[in-house]
């Protein structure tokens, strides 16, 4: 068999005009494992979305737009370069929403003979919103496009070793600096979402400390895992217990995420003392606007007002060369130790 390599990030609109916003957006948010209702609710829920959300998150992607395009694609390209350059294997590149596409990278790879892929979901914790639905779709196109190819899927790397390296050495040279916290903010997810993602049906949100305690819930749950993460970061960096917290951002609607708020500990934080605030975003490898805008600009707007002096956003692993040793230690891997 003829092996290849698929790298699959979640997506952004072709420009920041608002038709293309809409057409992402909708794509996006009519995923059933994204807004996890029936489709008639979903479908109402979408559109009341799309009458003001495409102009406001428009703008957004406005300020953060190279003239090379979307920050999150131009970087995943570039990622995707870096490897190719290090392996003898074909590496092609998707979206989960928009583009290039999950399906034109599978043609692509047919295209050059592959017929055994590795699929390295750029998500480095498992969540059924992000993880789990670039899985699903690349299994659903595999499936009708390639139904001989064979699919080898990468676990999520929440805790790998190499992977917390990869970031430790990616924010190295700001924590030399002088700073008062150190706050991880994840991506949010719906508690719902741990629930349903729960293997046991008896575990996540329902036993005390749940997250702390051992339990095969563990390699699908997604608080779990960005907890670990911290863990081994701090640990590996040698970070104080009093100088570093955890936090999701990016909610949308009023069921309850997962807590604690980064809108609200950035106020918090900085109203109890903690004047240099460092922001870190390990859910996300690539940066894109829930890091450049979301926490870059509203986040530090948000800290300076309420009495911040000093904000820092350390940038995602982004094309970090020990950030793309990682991909490429997964590909020999696959290869079982060839290049």
């Given at each position: 068999?003829?092996?290849?390599?698929?790298?699959?990030?979640?997506?952004?609109?072709d420009?920041?005009?608002?038709?293309d916003v809409?057409?992402y957006l909708?794509?996006?948010?009519?995923?059933e494992?994204?807004?996890?209702?029936?489709?008639?609710?979903?479908?109402?829920?979408?559109?009341?979305?799309?009458?003001?959300?495409?102009?406001?998150?428009?703008?957004?992607?406005?300020?953060i737009?190279?003239?090379?395009g979307?920050?999150?694609?131009v970087?995943?390209?570039?990622?995707?370069?870096?490897?190719?350059?290090?392996?003898?294997?074909?590496?092609?590149?998707?979206?989960?929403?928009?583009?290039?596409?999950?399906?034109?990278?599978?043609?692509?790879?047919?295209?050059?003979g592959?017929?055994?892929?590795?699929l390295?979901?750029?998500?480095?914790?498992?969540?059924?919103?992000?993880?789990?639905?670039?899985?699903?779709?690349?299994?659903?196109v595999?499936?009708?496009?390639?139904?001989?190819?064979k699919?080898?899927?990468?676990?999520?790397?929440?805790?790998?070793?190499?992977?917390?390296?990869?970031?430790?050495?990616?924010?190295?040279?700001?924590?030399?600096?002088?700073?008062?916290?150190?706050l991880?903010?994840?991506?949010?997810?719906?508690?719902?979402?741990?629930r349903?993602?729960?293997?046991?049906?008896?575990?996540?949100?329902?036993?005390?400390?749940?997250?702390e305690?051992?339990s095969?819930?563990?390699?699908?749950?997604y608080?779990a895992?960005?907890?670990?993460?911290?863990?081994a970061?701090?640990?590996?960096?040698?970070?104080?217990?009093?100088?570093y917290?955890?936090?999701?951002?990016?909610?949308?609607?009023?069921?309850?995420?997962?807590?604690?708020?980064?809108?609200?500990?950035?106020?918090?934080l900085a109203q109890e003392?903690?004047?240099?605030?460092?922001?870190?975003c390990?859910?996300?490898?690539?940066?894109?606007?829930e890091?450049i805008?979301e926490?870059?600009?509203?986040?530090?707007?948000?800290f300076?007002?309420?009495s911040?002096?000093?904000?820092?956003r350390?940038?995602?692993?982004?094309?970090?060369?020990?950030?793309?040793?990682?991909?490429?230690?997964?590909?020999?891997?696959?290869?079982?130790?060839?290049?």
């Amino acid at each position: 068999m003829s092996k290849g390599i698929l790298l699959v990030n979640l997506g952004s609109p072709d420009s920041p005009s608002v038709p293309d916003v809409r057409r992402y957006l909708n794509e996006f948010l009519m995923d059933e494992r994204v807004i996890d209702t029936p489709w008639l609710l979903r479908r109402f829920v979408v559109g009341m979305i799309l009458i003001k959300r495409p102009a406001e998150s428009g703008h957004a992607y406005e300020k953060i737009w190279t003239k090379d395009g979307s920050p999150l694609v131009v970087t995943s390209k570039h990622v995707q370069a870096a490897l190719q350059q290090r392996v003898s294997v074909p590496v092609e590149l998707a979206m989960r929403y928009q583009n290039p596409s999950i399906e034109f990278a599978v043609k692509q790879l047919l295209s050059k003979g592959v017929d055994d892929v590795l699929l390295i979901p750029l998500f480095p914790h498992y969540a059924m919103s992000s993880y789990e639905t670039a899985v699903v779709r690349v299994q659903e196109v595999a499936a009708r496009f390639a139904p001989g190819m064979k699919l080898t899927v990468q676990p999520p790397y929440y805790d790998h070793p190499d992977f917390i390296a990869a970031l430790v050495a990616s924010t190295e040279s700001f924590l030399k600096q002088d700073y008062d916290h150190l706050l991880f903010s994840y991506h949010g997810i719906p508690e719902r979402h741990l629930r349903k993602s729960d293997p046991t049906g008896c575990h996540c949100l329902k036993v005390e400390n749940c997250c702390e305690v051992a339990s095969p819930a563990h390699a699908r749950c997604y608080r779990a895992q960005c907890l670990a993460t911290t863990a081994a970061f701090v640990e590996r960096a040698g970070i104080p217990k009093e100088k570093y917290s955890v936090s999701f951002q990016s909610r949308l609607g009023k069921d309850p995420w997962l807590k604690p708020y980064t809108d609200y500990e950035l106020v918090r934080l900085a109203q109890e003392g903690k004047k240099k605030m460092m922001v870190i975003c390990p859910a996300f490898v690539s940066d894109c606007l829930e890091t450049i805008e979301e926490i870059g600009m509203r986040g530090c707007e948000d800290f300076m007002k309420a009495s911040g002096k000093e904000f820092t956003r350390i940038p995602c692993l982004n094309e970090h060369p020990a950030w793309i040793g990682v991909l490429e230690s997964m590909v020999k891997a696959f290869l079982g130790g060839g290049s």
